[in-house]
């Protein structure tokens, strides 16, 4: 019962007023005992501490503002890419354990027509981070990727043939 009203903003309000009412007073009678003061004077030194209690928040807010204008000021790709843009261009590398290739590259768009440049193509059949291909093929003699040389374009196409469909199926 107490838990419903408790979530009924309307009388949560009323009751959290009634509340912080209620500490006043007490605080209130509490310190013109204790500093020998009239409870008028005690109260209006409590609402004195509330009034900076409120600039204090105030403060706060203003500055949530401002921060909230600057950083959407500041957000340029949102501008640049629309949701659904954004949500292709994540599309950005893939991975073939099997082969050790890995490609990396980014999605631009032409109109509304996806496609990608800065394609890099990496071996992973090494210890530590995957080594990027030198003349379209892994710099290491002794890799089974050294023996064969890469098609860069039909790569790409494949590439930008998969986000042409991902980007058709989007919503
Ligand atoms: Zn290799």
Not at 57 to 76: D, E, M, P, Q
Request: aromatic fraction near 12%; charged fraction near 25%; hydrophobic fraction near 45%.
């Amino acid at each position: 019962m107490i838990k419903n009203i408790w979530k009924d903003p309307v009388w949560s309000k009323v009751i959290s007023v009634g509340i912080i009412g209620l500490i006043s007073l007490a605080y209130a009678r509490f310190i013109s005992v204790t500093e020998h003061l009239t409870f008028q004077q005690a109260l209006n030194k409590i609402i004195e501490i509330r009034i900076s209690v409120i600039y204090i928040i105030c403060g706060i807010i203003s500055y949530w503002v401002l921060a909230w204008v600057i950083r959407n000021l500041l957000k340029k790709d949102n501008e640049l890419y629309n949701k659904k843009q954004r949500e292709l261009r994540k599309f950005n590398k893939h991975h073939e354990p099997k082969s050790g290739l890995l490609a990396r590259w980014q999605v631009l768009f032409d109109y509304d027509t996806p496609f990608i440049s800065d394609l890099s193509v990496f071996c992973t059949k090494h210890d530590g981070p995957p080594v990027r291909f030198m003349d379209n093929k892994c710099p290491f003699l002794d890799c089974p990727n050294s023996m064969q040389i890469i098609n860069k374009e039909a790569i790409k196409n494949l590439i930008e043939s998969d986000l042409i469909h991902k980007w058709d199926n989007l919503k």
